[in-house]
């Protein structure tokens, strides 16, 4: 069993920044493929970014490509996705997943844990 808990959410202008966290307790963290995903109000689930340590492999969906970056730190058990040049269209609930893969989903049944989500709110 995996426990994710994200952080870092909040109200921002169109422009900004932030950076979001995910920290994960229960099996072991480095073994996992940590991935990203967003919901918006009256919209599917939609993929964000994911990370494999194995291999060092990154993986984005393309709305957030050369915006966003996804990182983890093995030795806090923690993952990270920095976003840069917010857009009104990123509002959304962010959520962390681990998936126990050696794949690299983009889609969310490709992920056994979830966390409870973040609200990201960017206002024009």
């Known amino acids: 069993q995996v426990q994710l808990v994200e952080s870092g959410g909040g109200l921002v202008q169109a422009g900004g920044s932030l950076r979001l966290s995910c920290a994960a307790s229960?099996?072991?963290?480095?073994?996992?493929?940590m991935g990203w995903f967003r919901q918006a109000p009256g919209k599917e689930r939609e993929f964000v970014a994911a990370i494999r340590w194995i291999g060092g492999i990154l993986s984005y969906g393309d709305p957030v490509k050369g915006r966003f970056t996804i990182s983890r730190d093995d030795a806090k058990d923690t993952v990270y996705l920095q976003m840069n040049t917010l857009k009104p269209e990123d509002t959304a609930v962010y959520y962390c997943?681990?998936?126990?893969?050696?794949?690299?989903?983009?889609?969310?049944?490709?992920?056994?844990?979830w966390g409870q989500g973040t609200q990201v709110t960017v206002s024009s």
């Open positions: 997943a681990a998936g126990n893969t050696v794949m690299v989903p983009t889609f969310s049944r490709g992920y056994d844990y």
């Open positions: 229960g099996r072991t963290f480095s073994r996992y493929v």
